[in-house]
């Protein structure tokens, strides 16, 4: 009900123009309203369909109450708008947290690249809980995380990762003064991330652990024959590193409950494989990611891998070459271990290792004889995954590095 | 308590300071016979005499120029320019004299003047009589500037600033003369210079505002109460000095920050707001700060559309309200 003189507070329908169903087009004369002062037409703020008459010829309703609903035609939206005073805005609505992806919030990266931005007050609150912000949704315009809903989580009782007493006592410890001939090295920036990361994934995420023995001779031997025409063919050398990338990505398309993350009140499986490559260089450990990994021939990932690997020693990777892996592949066999018991890369649910290839007695068909065998370890994200499935998994990836041959 | 507007209110602050305080007198432009355009100082002259309720000619610097050296010689002048809009040729006595007279003579001298001044739109006033003029006088130390918008903070910060021994400005803004109605306590109370007051106590943001859209402000609230967002309104009260404590008080707890005041948008006080909010409580903030305030144009237009597209309604400021609620 528009307001129609300065004093008026009310005014009363004296007769639609337009009946429910009606077409209306913008400006078109809608109602006649009388006011103890005036009589007048009423013309539609909007174009769209009448579709429900709120007060009757006769009534008389207070100012800014609404008198109709009209479906406006102009937009998409699916709700009826209300009739308004023309003079007021329409109070815009808020979107749905769901239908904003939390898919893309909870496994993205926090950096403002990927379009997540986070308040000074979110993550102030942030640091004082010790969340992961990224597994959270919000309920702010166009799904923005609000300060309100990080201390709703933490008043639900949400992920909150409190470093054990033990691990608060340690530090103390080591300030305790340093005596005659001990070195204290001062911890770089990337220590300290690495170190934050490592007690993250520690203290939020249930640690589960399984390995194989896979019998890589007939590998070997296929590597063997094949090395010199790929170094040849593809200017890089054929490690073994690409191969079991190969496998991975294999057992993931069959297992895709491996490639994926854990977000709270739901588990987030991932489309893409990204697969992230722990790499050494002086000062720590980085892990730059192949991107649809499983897109990539053998070469084409060989390729890919070597490239990273220089870039990391020339510290040259960017935070787009390391953000959003979705597991993770860490070849430790190469400085000899044999098994090694990783630490996940939140917020992924799985890390494999490839460890080194030994040659061992081996049995084969009741008979012993000498066989090439690599350790396959897998840590995995116990909300995510069960034994079983992780387990079936290794078993994949363990068939798939045993199906080359010399022959093959 | 008695219920009265802001004009009444006024009135009786100079009313009964003029009973209390011989040195306390009124000059400025028909203010005697006719007893102010708005009828503030009707029988004043009757009663106190001409030589307590002085007309001047139409010449601004000197309405100040005088009332600053009465001041300094021991006077209470209360120097009334007609609309704030003819303020500017006083300019320089208030902010190269009255401003600086106690700076000037390290303490000798204090300059206790009252610059009282109806300001703001909202009666078609349109060019010359609609102007806010706070931002051109805020900026300078040694200046109070009060902006009281209720019947009790206009008589009570009247008091406060005849009592005061520094030059203050008292902006009235006119459109809250007889529309705002209030209580206001009988006999002698004072309210402090300085101090905001919480309008409306609230969760969900915070409204910094000041004159009318202090009331406005509250209408927007309590319409956003139906739906489910809690507003804070914090009235300034006082543009100089400003009460911080109340507005990052109010910030830290609502983390969302929505200042409003008429004055056009530009180098307003709300400027000022934001940079001690920014300042001070950057990592208490939800959302960016925002402001509503009157256009960056000269001046507001004597039709009614083109006031109204100046001033902000309750509606416009609601529709801020929620949006900033919904960030």
Known sequence: ?408 | MAVKTVLESVRDAMHSEMVRDPRVFIMGEDVGPRGNVFLITKGFLEEFGRERVIDTPLAEASIVGVAVGAAIAGMRPIAEIQFADFIYPAYNQIVGEAAKIRYRSAGGNTCPLVIRTPYGGGVRGALSHSVSVEALFYHVPGLKICAPSTPVDAQGLLVSAIRDEDPVLFLEHKRTYRLIKGEVPEGDFSVPIGKADVARVGTDLSVITYGLMRHYAVEAAEKLATEGVNAEVIDLRSIRPMDRQTILDSVTKTRRALIVHEDQKFGGIGAEVSAIIAEEALFELDAPIRRVCGPDVPSMGYAKEYEEAFMPSSERIGAAMRELAAY
Request: with cysteine; aromatic share 4%; net charge neutral.
């Open chain 1, 1 to 408: 009900m528009p307001q129609l003189g300065e004093t008026v507070t009310e005014g009363t329908v004296g007769r639609w123009l337009k009946k429910v169903g009606d077409t209306v087009a913008k400006y078109e004369p809608l109602l006649e309203v009388e006011t103890d002062k005036v009589a007048s037409e009423i013309p539609s703020p909007f174009a769209g369909t009448l579709t429900k008459i709120v007060a009757e010829e006769g009534t008389t309703v207070p100012v800014g109450s609404a008198v109709c609903e009209i479906s406006e035609t102009v937009t998409d939206a699916s709700a009826p708008r209300q009739e308004q005073p023309a003079t007021t805005s329409m109070p815009p609505t808020p979107s749905a947290p769901e239908r904003v992806a939390p898919v893309d919030r909870s496994t993205a990266a926090t950096t403002a690249a990927d379009g997540v931005r986070y308040s000074p007050a979110v993550r102030k609150l942030a640091r004082e809980h010790r969340l992961d912000l990224r597994n959270l949704s919000g309920t702010g315009r166009g799904g923005r995380l609000t300060a309100k809903d990080v201390l709703q989580h933490v008043g639900s009782g949400g992920q909150v990762a409190t470093a054990p007493p033990a691990q608060q006592r340690q530090p103390a410890a080591a300030v305790a003064a340093p005596e005659d001939g001990d070195t204290s090295m001062r911890v770089t920036q990337m220590r300290k991330t690495i170190a934050e990361h490592m007690v993250l994934s520690k203290t939020t995420i249930p640690h589960a652990w399984s390995l194989v023995e896979a019998d890589v001779t007939g590998l070997v031997r296929w590597r063997e024959r094949e090395k010199e025409a790929f170094k040849a063919r593809e200017g890089v050398n054929l490690t073994f590193l690409p191969i079991v990338v190969v496998c991975v990505c294999g057992a993931l398309r069959e297992f895709p409950t491996v490639n994926a993350t854990w977000a709270g009140d739901r588990i987030i499986v991932r489309k893409h494989i990204n697969v992230g490559i722990a790499v050494d260089i002086e000062e720590g450990l980085v892990v730059p990611v192949v991107r649809d990994a499983d897109q990539l021939s053998l070469s084409g990932l060989a390729r890919k891998i070597v490239d990273l690997v220089e870039k990391a020693r020339a510290r040259k990777l960017t935070m787009e070459d390391m953000s959003d892996g979705t597991i993770t592949v860490d070849n430790t066999g190469a400085l000899g271990s044999i098994a090694s018991y990783p630490i996940i890369s939140p917020p992924q649910a799985a890390i494999i290792t490839m460890e080194a290839i030994v040659k061992r007695p081996w049995v084969i068909n009741d008979a012993i004889a000498i066989r090439s065998i690599m350790n396959v370890c897998l840590s995995l994200d116990h909300r995510v995954l069960d034994g079983s499935v992780a387990s079936r998994f290794l078993q994949s990836v363990k068939q798939r590095l045993e199906t080359y041959s010399a022959q093959s």
